[in-house]
Every structure is written in structure tokens, then in C-alpha cells.
């Protein structure tokens, strides 16, 4: 069974539509992430939320927002395409609101969204 | 603010011999540290973590990596490198008083092991 699966696994749009990828995650985790990995393989957060709260990295335009219907699911909306929001979206999930440290943190990814605006 | 830095690009050893694959960390409290691999066109799979406890931590697939406060490193290693080991490594960040358990990646390392 995949732990976290994203669709569509590419994506190719051209500049100004608005697009959106899919995420789910069937572990019980109770917060769920969104990263992007540029050309040069670097990975940068982007979102993490969970039921209570909604994190940002204060780089990321506001062009992009994460939507969550549920528990298991966070979608990624993205608005008026440019050219260098070309890359591979991840999503993750975790559990981390719960007692002690042991067995908490570690993300669990999802296979990527190479998306490519043209 | 947490920062990683992975100070190697690429990582080349044959296959058999032990590898090492470093990373540095800056945290403003306790430092939670993780190492993840990527395969080509696969997301990242988490290898192994040290959130207190014993500075030697043993992960999946032989690796082990070494927590050392003083020298802020976690080198990630194995005694005996295999073909297979050949993947792009992320080491990760994130102190202990972060909102959102949100990881700060290094920019990689490739590791190629050569037969």
C-alpha cells in the first residue's frame, strides 16, 4: 500500500492557468507538508499544516496555497503559472503532536510532482 | 534560524569500502537531525534520526551516522559500500522549539560507488 501518493505524477501547463496537485497520505498522520525541489536538487519547505494550524515559509508566494479537505489530504493550488515555478513538488506527512520524542518526526514523501510551465 | 550545509556535492568510493558523507547543522536549541535518500526520480525515504540519547545512531540499509555537539556534524557512514548505496543524500535540521516540525535540507550529496 503507498503511505503518501500524489497525482498527477507530471504536470505540463503553460504560463497563467491555475493548477492544483493532490495529496494523500493513508498513514494516520496528523500533519502533512509540502516541499520543492528545484533543477539543482535543493529542497525547500513550503508548507506544513495540520488540523489547528497552517505554517508558511514567508518565501513563498502567495500565488501558492495548500487546501485540506481532511485529515489525510492536502492539495496544492498554484496561481498564475510562471516559469520558475518549474519543479519537483513533494508531499510529506509526519505525526508529530503527540507525547515524548521517541518514534516521532521523521516525514514520510511522496514520489513527486515534476511540474513544467511553459 | 536552522541552516544545513552539506559541504560535498558528490561523494565517489568503490564499492566495498567504507563511505562517509558529511553534514553540518546550525540550530538556536536542541538540534533533531535526519538523514534521507533520494533514488532517481523517487521521493526522499527517510534513513535514520537522532533526537537525544546515544551519539551513534544505526539506520536502515548498514548506515549509522555520529552526532557531535561540539563539531555541530552528523557524518553519515557505512563500513562497506554497496552499488546500490549509489543515491543523492539529504541531510535535515529542525530545533526543538520549531513550529510545524518544518526540516531544513542541505543541498545533497551524490553518492556514487563504483564496482
Known amino acids: 500500500d503507498t503511505a503518501v501518493s500524489q497525482t498527477p505524477k507530471y504536470l505540463v501547463t503553460q504560463m497563467g492557468n491555475d493548477k492544483s496537485i493532490k495529496c494523500e497520505q493513508n498513514?494516520?498522520?496528523?500533519?502533512m507538508y509540502w516541499y520543492k525541489q528545484d533543477s539543482k536538487k535543493f529542497l525547500k519547505i513550503m508548507f506544513s499544516?495540520?488540523?489547528?494550524?497552517?505554517?508558511i515559509n514567508e518565501t513563498v508566494p502567495n500565488r501558492f496555497s495548500p487546501k485540506s479537505p481532511d485529515k489525510a489530504h492536502l492539495n496544492l493550488h498554484i496561481n498564475s503559472l510562471e516559469l520558475g515555478d518549474s519543479a519537483v513538488y513533494f508531499c510529506?506527512?509526519?505525526?508529530?503532536?503527540?507525547?515524548?520524542?521517541?518514534?516521532?518526526?521523521?516525514?514520510?514523501f511522496g514520489p513527486g510532482t515534476r511540474l513544467t510551465v511553459t | 534560524a536552522q541552516s544545513v550545509a552539506q559541504p560535498e556535492d558528490q561523494v565517489n568510493v568503490a564499492e566495498g569500502n567504507p563511505l562517509t558523507v558529511k553534514c553540518t547543522y546550525s540550530?538556536?536549541?536542541?538540534?533533531?537531525l535526519f538523514w534521507y535518500v533520494q533514488y532517481p526520480n523517487r521521493g526522499l525515504q527517510f534513513l535514520l534520526k537522532?533526537?537525544?540519547?546515544?551519539?551513534l545512531v544505526k539506520g536502515s540499509y548498514g548506515f549509522e551516522a555520529e552526532f557531535n555537539k561540539s563539531q555541530t556534524s552528523f557524518h553519515l557512514k557505512k563500513p562497506s559500500a554497496l552499488v546500490s548505496d549509489s543515491a543523492l543524500y539529504f541531510c535535515?535540521?529542525?530545533?526543538?522549539?520549531?513550529?510545524?516540525?518544518?526540516?531544513?535540507f542541505g543541498g545533497g550529496t551524490r553518492l556514487m560507488v563504483k564496482p
Open positions: 510529506a506527512s509526519s505525526q508529530v503532536f503527540s507525547y515524548g520524542t521517541s518514534g516521532l518526526h521523521e516525514q514520510y
Open positions: 498513514l494516520g498522520h496528523d500533519t
Open positions: 499544516y495540520n488540523n489547528k494550524e497552517l505554517i
Open positions: 540550530v538556536s536549541g536542541n538540534p533533531y
Open positions: 537522532y533526537i537525544t540519547g546515544d551519539n
Open positions: 535535515a535540521v529542525r530545533d526543538g522549539t520549531n513550529a510545524g516540525n518544518m526540516l531544513t
